[in-house]
Protein backbone atom coordinates (compact mmCIF):
# COMPACT_ATOMS: atom_id res chain seq x y z
CA UNK A 1 0.00 0.00 0.00
CA UNK A 2 1.27 2.98 -0.58
CA UNK A 3 1.80 6.04 1.33
CA UNK A 4 -0.42 8.06 -1.24
CA UNK A 5 -3.17 5.94 -0.34
CA UNK A 6 -2.59 6.14 2.77
CA UNK A 7 -2.31 9.83 2.96
CA UNK A 8 -5.89 10.45 0.71
CA UNK A 9 -7.44 7.78 2.75
CA UNK A 10 -6.48 9.81 5.63
CA UNK A 11 -7.53 13.11 4.34
CA UNK A 12 -11.22 11.49 3.38
CA UNK A 13 -11.92 10.42 7.22
CA UNK A 14 -11.09 13.87 8.20
CA UNK A 15 -13.24 15.91 5.91
CA UNK A 16 -15.88 13.57 6.93
CA UNK A 17 -15.82 14.09 10.41
CA UNK A 18 -15.46 17.92 10.21
CA UNK A 19 -18.37 17.70 7.97
CA UNK A 20 -20.05 16.01 10.47
CA UNK A 21 -21.16 12.66 8.29
CA UNK A 22 -20.79 9.31 9.23
CA UNK A 23 -20.82 5.78 7.65
CA UNK A 24 -22.55 4.37 10.14
CA UNK A 25 -25.83 4.35 10.36
CA UNK A 26 -27.96 6.61 12.62
CA UNK A 27 -29.98 5.42 15.85
CA UNK A 28 -33.78 6.11 15.66
CA UNK A 29 -34.45 8.08 18.76
CA UNK A 30 -36.77 6.53 21.25
CA UNK A 31 -40.92 7.38 21.63
CA UNK A 32 -40.98 8.46 24.90
CA UNK A 33 -43.71 7.60 27.07
CA UNK A 34 -46.06 9.00 29.87
CA UNK A 35 -48.44 6.75 32.71
CA UNK A 36 -51.48 7.20 31.49
CA UNK A 37 -53.67 7.87 34.95
CA UNK A 38 -57.48 7.59 35.74
CA UNK A 39 -58.81 10.17 38.36
CA UNK A 40 -59.43 8.19 41.65
CA UNK A 41 -62.92 9.90 43.16
CA UNK A 42 -63.28 10.37 46.71
CA UNK A 43 -66.97 8.65 46.78
CA UNK A 44 -64.96 5.19 46.08
CA UNK A 45 -63.19 5.14 49.32
CA UNK A 46 -65.12 4.46 52.37
CA UNK A 47 -67.48 7.40 54.43
CA UNK A 48 -65.23 7.36 57.54
CA UNK A 49 -62.38 8.47 55.41
CA UNK A 50 -63.65 12.29 55.14
CA UNK A 51 -60.44 15.23 54.80
CA UNK A 52 -57.77 14.79 57.49
CA UNK A 53 -55.79 17.32 58.92
CA UNK A 54 -52.89 15.33 58.70
CA UNK A 55 -49.84 15.74 56.14
CA UNK A 56 -48.68 12.68 54.03
CA UNK A 57 -45.28 12.97 52.18
CA UNK A 58 -44.03 10.55 49.46
CA UNK A 59 -41.09 9.80 48.53
CA UNK A 60 -39.68 8.83 45.68
CA UNK A 61 -39.95 4.18 45.48
CA UNK A 62 -36.49 3.45 46.01
CA UNK A 63 -36.17 0.50 43.00
CA UNK A 64 -33.26 -1.92 41.52
CA UNK A 65 -30.82 -1.10 39.23
CA UNK A 66 -32.58 -1.88 36.04
CA UNK A 67 -36.29 -0.16 37.66
CA UNK A 68 -34.21 3.02 38.35
CA UNK A 69 -33.87 3.72 34.73
CA UNK A 70 -36.23 4.96 31.85
CA UNK A 71 -36.13 2.08 29.90
CA UNK A 72 -39.12 0.09 30.01
CA UNK A 73 -38.82 -3.29 31.20
CA UNK A 74 -40.10 -6.54 29.83
CA UNK A 75 -39.92 -10.11 30.70
CA UNK A 76 -40.30 -12.23 27.32
CA UNK A 77 -40.46 -15.65 28.40
CA UNK A 78 -39.82 -17.52 31.77
CA UNK A 79 -36.41 -16.04 33.15
CA UNK A 80 -35.26 -14.00 30.33
CA UNK A 81 -35.15 -10.23 31.17
CA UNK A 82 -34.99 -7.78 28.17
CA UNK A 83 -36.63 -4.09 27.58
CA UNK A 84 -38.39 -2.39 24.96
CA UNK A 85 -36.71 -1.21 21.78
CA UNK A 86 -37.06 2.45 20.62
CA UNK A 87 -39.19 3.68 23.47
CA UNK A 88 -38.72 4.68 27.28
CA UNK A 89 -40.78 6.24 29.67
CA UNK A 90 -40.07 10.08 29.73
CA UNK A 91 -38.65 9.95 33.28
CA UNK A 92 -37.66 6.95 35.50
CA UNK A 93 -39.83 4.47 36.52
CA UNK A 94 -39.79 5.32 40.12
CA UNK A 95 -40.57 8.93 39.68
CA UNK A 96 -43.61 8.18 37.31
CA UNK A 97 -45.03 6.13 39.95
CA UNK A 98 -44.83 8.73 42.34
CA UNK A 99 -46.22 11.13 40.45
CA UNK A 100 -48.78 8.99 40.00
CA UNK A 101 -49.55 8.01 44.11
CA UNK A 102 -49.09 12.00 44.20
CA UNK A 103 -52.03 12.74 42.10
CA UNK A 104 -54.35 9.72 43.27
CA UNK A 105 -53.69 9.95 47.47
CA UNK A 106 -54.60 14.09 46.59
CA UNK A 107 -57.99 12.92 44.41
CA UNK A 108 -58.76 10.53 47.29
CA UNK A 109 -59.21 13.36 49.61
CA UNK A 110 -57.91 11.43 52.69
CA UNK A 111 -55.40 14.25 53.49
CA UNK A 112 -55.13 17.35 53.84
CA UNK A 113 -52.26 17.87 51.65
CA UNK A 114 -50.03 15.22 49.90
CA UNK A 115 -46.99 16.21 48.33
CA UNK A 116 -43.09 15.58 47.68
CA UNK A 117 -41.38 14.28 50.72
CA UNK A 118 -38.77 17.63 50.34
CA UNK A 119 -42.10 19.49 52.01
CA UNK A 120 -43.28 19.81 55.41
CA UNK A 121 -45.62 16.16 56.09
CA UNK A 122 -46.52 14.88 59.54
CA UNK A 123 -46.60 11.19 57.69
CA UNK A 124 -44.03 10.10 55.42
CA UNK A 125 -44.67 7.28 52.42
CA UNK A 126 -41.57 5.32 51.67
CA UNK A 127 -41.25 2.72 49.28
CA UNK A 128 -39.58 0.22 47.16
CA UNK A 129 -40.45 -0.66 43.69
CA UNK A 130 -40.18 -4.65 43.34
CA UNK A 131 -41.59 -5.56 39.54
CA UNK A 132 -42.85 -2.40 37.38
CA UNK A 133 -42.76 -4.53 33.93
CA UNK A 134 -45.05 -6.26 30.86
CA UNK A 135 -44.74 -9.82 31.55
CA UNK A 136 -45.97 -12.53 28.78
CA UNK A 137 -47.09 -15.15 31.63
CA UNK A 138 -50.37 -13.63 29.40
CA UNK A 139 -50.62 -13.04 25.64
CA UNK A 140 -51.30 -10.42 24.81
CA UNK A 141 -48.55 -9.56 27.95
CA UNK A 142 -49.62 -8.29 31.31
CA UNK A 143 -48.11 -4.96 33.10
CA UNK A 144 -47.37 -6.07 36.53
CA UNK A 145 -46.59 -3.90 39.72
CA UNK A 146 -44.90 -4.55 43.33
CA UNK A 147 -44.76 -1.97 45.66
CA UNK A 148 -43.98 -2.48 49.01
CA UNK A 149 -44.63 0.47 51.53
CA UNK A 150 -44.34 1.49 54.77
CA UNK A 151 -45.90 4.17 56.69
CA UNK A 152 -43.76 6.57 59.05
CA UNK A 153 -44.06 9.24 61.22
CA UNK A 154 -42.07 11.83 59.64
CA UNK A 155 -41.14 13.56 62.99
CA UNK A 156 -39.07 10.73 64.51
CA UNK A 157 -38.99 8.53 61.45
CA UNK A 158 -41.08 5.74 63.41
CA UNK A 159 -42.67 3.13 61.38
CA UNK A 160 -46.27 2.87 61.92
CA UNK A 161 -47.20 0.31 59.26
CA UNK A 162 -46.59 -1.38 56.59
CA UNK A 163 -47.55 -3.40 53.21
CA UNK A 164 -47.22 -4.97 50.22
CA UNK A 165 -49.15 -4.34 47.12
CA UNK A 166 -49.29 -6.53 43.76
CA UNK A 167 -51.75 -5.22 40.86
CA UNK A 168 -51.27 -6.49 36.88
CA UNK A 169 -53.33 -5.45 33.83
CA UNK A 170 -53.28 -7.42 30.63
CA UNK A 171 -52.88 -5.23 27.61
CA UNK A 172 -55.13 -5.42 24.83
CA UNK A 173 -52.09 -6.41 22.34
CA UNK A 174 -48.91 -6.96 22.21
CA UNK A 175 -48.35 -3.45 20.75
CA UNK A 176 -46.67 -1.00 22.71
CA UNK A 177 -49.12 1.78 23.41
CA UNK A 178 -51.55 -0.55 24.31
CA UNK A 179 -49.05 -2.13 26.62
CA UNK A 180 -48.49 1.28 28.32
CA UNK A 181 -52.31 1.51 29.18
CA UNK A 182 -52.02 -1.66 31.03
CA UNK A 183 -49.09 0.10 32.72
CA UNK A 184 -51.45 2.79 33.58
CA UNK A 185 -54.55 0.61 34.57
CA UNK A 186 -51.79 -1.32 37.14
CA UNK A 187 -50.42 1.61 38.32
CA UNK A 188 -53.95 3.18 38.87
CA UNK A 189 -55.31 -0.22 40.40
CA UNK A 190 -52.49 -0.62 42.84
CA UNK A 191 -52.86 3.56 44.06
CA UNK A 192 -56.58 2.35 44.66
CA UNK A 193 -55.54 -0.45 46.84
CA UNK A 194 -53.02 2.07 48.62
CA UNK A 195 -55.86 5.08 49.08
CA UNK A 196 -58.00 2.24 51.06
CA UNK A 197 -55.36 0.70 53.03
CA UNK A 198 -54.08 4.15 54.26
CA UNK A 199 -57.80 5.17 55.13
CA UNK A 200 -57.97 1.99 57.74
CA UNK A 201 -54.61 3.24 59.20
CA UNK A 202 -55.24 4.65 63.00
CA UNK A 203 -52.59 7.06 62.77
CA UNK A 204 -54.79 8.57 59.91
CA UNK A 205 -58.34 7.82 61.55
CA UNK A 206 -57.37 9.17 64.80
CA UNK A 207 -55.86 12.27 63.65
CA UNK A 208 -58.99 14.16 64.46
CA UNK A 209 -59.56 13.21 67.43
Same mark, same amino acid.
Given at each position: M ?5 A?? +????? #??? %???C?? !? @?????A ?6 A?DLA ?12 M??G?A?P ?7 SNR??V ?5 I???Y ?7 N ?8 L??? +????Q #??? %???S?? !? @?A?LL?L???R ?6 V?D ?7 LD ?8 R?P ?15 D??DV???F?S??DA????L?AWLA?Q??VL????
Amino acid at each position: MSLRFIATA +LTSAA #LLL %SSGCTI !L @PEREPATLYRLPAADLAPNALTPDTAIRTMRLGVAVPKAGHLLSSNRIVVYPERNIVNVYEGARWHENAPDLLKARLIAG +LQQSQ #LFA %SVSSDG !L @PADLLLLSELRHFQSDYVTDPPSAKVQLDVQLVDNQNRTPLAAMSFTTSAQANSTDIPDVIDAFGSASDALTAQLAAWLAQQPEVLGSND
